[in-house]
């Protein structure tokens, strides 16, 4: 089983190599993708039954509940593409599989596989939680943020309100039960990727503890901080637990009976004897302190208030302050409910604004949620900001704070006013603030604020990981999500992060062809030509090829004769980039070539897009095509792209889709060609084809 954090290039690449390591070797194997089109080839009842063993090369969380009693060898994927040979060996000597691992893909490794298992572990285990909360945040606050638009009006005693029996109330009360379900989700498929299903109870009993501050005497509860922190412990706990030697008759009940109520029990009780205390302590002792700051500056007070509303979003720091101006209201001080209110959508709003600023750091998922999460801060949502806080704690939280403060101490500045219990340019729309001209000058400064340091530290980031990423296996997730052209969080992708799947079939033709261990004339899809002609200097490519001025199409039509050139005039990575760029153009789909080039640029500088065996794959997202187009041309000295393998790009594609085509297009075309060019036979043919024509007719095979 074959699987990378995108889905797109590794997977295909690792099944690729590992069928021609089988056949070389004379081992029969079945090939499992999980693609972003989706799981294809899937193992049968009888296939996993038959296996003398199983493989996994995989940088994300697959289920492996399938494989108890069998012998299951776990690496990463590049060992996949790199090490086949050695694999195959090595499963033959691997530990049987008893179902006791967690969801993730650490296990056996081969040597050399690459990174540390329990960062690994531990990161896809937050990203996973993160996947499965992000519809939550957005179902539950879109439903909350329309309720209250077409439904709420202020109120000097209940703030924004909404008419009890009404409509827009039962709709306000759905999107509160997906808000109350978002942090136990969290926390529950955190502890789910680590110890597997026994762990999800305890999880996600555990997130609902930590978020019922009720239950330890506190006003707030933890928040998403404490979700994540359960989760890891239910998790954990899960996995020690499972370590206990029992008696046989007892074994059967572990999973289902006795793992869940020990840990749930456990857990929740140590939160709210141990842990709960601690933040009941914080609340109470928070709450004293700024009620001793409402003499000083108002600029100083401000900043204060603004940093603790969006350390946590929802949690005891931020309830701390806005409770606390609040609570101020019924005295006739609504200045200190003014500095709460402007900060408050600066976290979702300066998300939002992020994503659309950088896209290339996020996600075609996090993109979607920056968009909920823009109408969310329109409302005063703060939570539409926690996938991105929980993904990202390190660069997204510092950068909400200073945000937030800025919010915050402009508005003490001004002295703005806020009438109601709540936030965000929805309670000045409806008038309930003083001073709206600076309460949105506030707003829109911590806005900028946030989202241009949440870029700012991204991009430190990526560059540090990219440059320590490159010397070694650990650069394969990477290199993977240059090729897909999305973001892939520090260390590993989401999984949590998710993309579209490219659907078989789709926009003229595309097969969504499954992988498996034989020729590739044996797979749907496949579509070899079985007729060849030879051309004088004794290459072969299918018949009906034509000559000069051949209209065939390759690649839904992507890819045509006048985009396809012999013998590349560049030496080097930039300026093979921007001959192709220009190669590109000859077709009129391309607005704006300079731009196209700054764009493949600067994915480049994000991870290389050198796949190895003498590949490379530039690429670029951008509005200045048209529509989506692809280019190929040869080096015949090789041009160094960085590839992990060591070897010079020589066969080159260019893919340029517009934006409003990446979710989809891009994903299909570029898992056609890394799944085809693993053919070293076909590999031969491209770079023998004498012309233009001769090259188009040994690409049609793509399909």
């Not at 600066?346 to 896209?359: D, F, N």
């Not at 499954?514 to 490519?541: A, K, Q, W």
């Amino acid at each position: 089983m074959t699987a990378c954090p995108t889905g797109i290039a590794h997977t295909y690449m690792a099944a690729e190599k590992l069928a021609q390591a089988a056949e070389a070797l004379g081992v029969e194997m079945k090939v499992e993708t999980q693609g972003s089109i989706g799981a294809e080839n899937v193992f049968s009842d009888n296939d996993v039954r038959d296996a003398d063993g199983i493989i996994i090369a995989a940088d994300k969380d697959v289920d492996r509940s399938r494989f108890v009693g069998k012998k299951v060898l776990a690496v990463g994927v590049a060992e996949g593409i790199h090490h086949p040979e050695r694999l195959i060996d090595q499963v033959h000597s691997a530990p049987v599989h008893s179902g006791g691992e967690g969801g993730g893909t650490g296990g056996t490794a081969a040597p050399g596989a690459g990174g540390g298992k329990e960062r690994s572990v531990a990161y896809k285990a937050l990203m996973n939680g993160v996947s499965y909360m992000i519809p939550f945040v957005v179902v539950g606050g879109l439903l909350i943020a329309i309720s209250l638009a077409l439904g709420g009006h202020t109120d000097a005693k209940g703030g924004l309100v909404i008419p009890d029996g009404s409509f827009w109330m039962h709709v306000n009360q759905i999107g509160v039960i997906g808000f109350t379900l978002m942090v136990p989700i969290l926390s529950g498929y955190i502890a789910y990727a680590i110890g597997d299903r026994p762990a999800l109870v305890p999880g996600m009993i555990g997130g609902w503890i930590a978020n019922t501050g009720s239950l330890y005497d506190s006003k707030a509860g933890a928040g998403f901080i404490g979700a994540i922190v359960t989760g890891f412990l239910a998790g954990y706990l899960v996995l020690w637990i499972k370590k206990a030697k029992v008696p046989k008759f007892v074994q059967p009940i572990m999973p289902i009976i006795v793992i869940p109520i020990v840990a749930t029990s456990a857990l929740g009780l140590f939160f709210i004897y141990v842990i709960g205390k601690p933040i009941s302590w914080v609340f109470t002792h928070l709450t004293d302190w700024l009620s001793g700051m409402t003499g000083t500056s108002a600029i100083l007070l401000g900043a204060i208030l603004g940093l603790m509303i969006a350390f946590d979003m929802g949690g005891p720091v931020n309830k701390t302050a806005f409770l606390f101006g609040a609570g101020l209201i019924a005295t006739g001080n609504q200045s200190v409910m003014g500095m709460c209110a402007a900060a408050i959508p600066v976290m979702p709003l300066g998300q939002g604004l992020a994503t659309l600023l950088r896209r290339k750091f996020y996600s075609e998922q996090e993109r979607e949620t920056g968009m909920a999460a823009l109408f969310m801060g329109m409302f005063g949502i703060s939570e539409g900001a926690i996938p991105f806080a929980a993904a990202r704690p390190a660069q997204v939280i510092p950068a909400n704070m200073l945000g937030g403060a800025v919010a915050g101490a402009i508005a003490g500045l001004a002295s703005v006013k806020d009438a109601v219990p709540h936030g965000g340019p929805i309670v000045a729309v409806l008038g309930a603030v003083g001073g709206v001209p600076m309460f949105f000058l506030a707003v829109a400064a911590g806005t900028v604020v946030t989202a241009v340091t949440t870029n700012g530290l991204i991009g430190i980031k990526e560059r540090r990981r990219v440059a320590v990423s490159v010397a070694g296996v650990e650069a394969a997730p990477v290199t993977d999500a240059a090729v897909a052209g999305d973001r892939v969080p520090v260390g590993v992708a989401p999984v949590a992060a998710s993309v579209a799947a490219a659907t078989p079939g789709r926009a003229g033709g595309g097969s969504g062809a499954s992988v498996v261990g034989g020729s590739p004339d044996e797979r749907p899809g496949g579509c070899r030509s079985s007729s060849r002609s030879h051309n004088s200097e004794g290459s072969t490519y299918p018949t009906g090829s034509g000559g000069p001025g051949d209209s065939r199409e390759v690649l839904s039509g992507y890819l045509t004769q006048d985009t396809v050139k012999v013998a590349l005039a560049a030496g080097e990575k930039e300026a093979a980039i921007r001959e192709m760029a220009g190669l590109l153009a000859r077709t009129g789909n391309v607005r704006d070539v300079d731009e196209l080039v700054r764009v493949a640029l600067a994915r480049e500088a994000q991870g290389t897009t050198g796949l190895g065996e003498e590949i490379a794959i530039p690429h670029a997202k951008t509005d200045a095509v048209a529509a989506p187009t692809v280019g190929f041309a040869r080096s015949s000295e090789g041009i160094e792209w960085g590839a992990l393998d060591g070897t010079k790009a020589k066969l080159i594609f260019m893919v340029s889709v517009p934006e409003a085509a990446a979710g989809d297009e891009h994903l299909r075309i570029l898992a056609l060609l890394s799944r085809k060019l693993m053919d070293s036979e076909f590999r031969a043919r491209l770079a023998g084809a004498p012309d233009e024509a001769a090259v188009l007719a040994v690409l049609s095979e793509i399909q």
